[in-house]
């Protein structure tokens, strides 16, 4: 059985850093492109930052570059979303998720390529 079991989050001032986990089982972790996506209250779930296989390449959204880094640790079956300065506009529930079609170098930003999603964390962030 694959799960994705995500912690970190919570509630934050604007500036500040938070750090998101994802630990992956069931499932050969290093097969599978991961990503970070987010769902803000009467919004589309919405593409984040995603990962190769390798951890070789990333790839963010516009408004997250240069605040957030995605990583991962394959010996671990983790994937992590550090989040060093956060804004009020990042508040939404964060989901990971594990994509095993995408090729090895590849990360795709749609929802409907994704395998397996983990349960969401809610991130709040106050001005």
């Known amino acids: 059985q694959v799960q994705l079991v995500q912690s970190g989050g919570g509630l934050a001032q604007a500036g500040d850093p938070l750090r998101l986990s994802c630990v992956a089982s069931?499932?050969?972790?290093?097969?599978?492109?991961m990503g970070w996506f987010r769902q803000a209250p009467g919004k589309e779930r919405e593409f984040v930052a995603g990962i190769s296989r390798s951890g070789a390449y990333r790839q963010y959204t516009d408004s997250v570059k240069g605040r957030f880094t995605i990583s991962r640790d394959n010996a671990k079956s983790t994937v992590y979303l550090e989040m060093d300065t956060v804004k009020p506009e990042d508040t939404a529930v964060y989901y990971c998720a594990a994509d095993r079609r995408t090729a090895a170098a590849g990360i795709t930003v749609t929802t409907t390529s994704y395998d397996y999603w983990g349960q969401g964390t809610q991130v709040t962030v106050s001005s």
């Open positions: 069931g499932l050969t972790f290093s097969s599978y492109a």
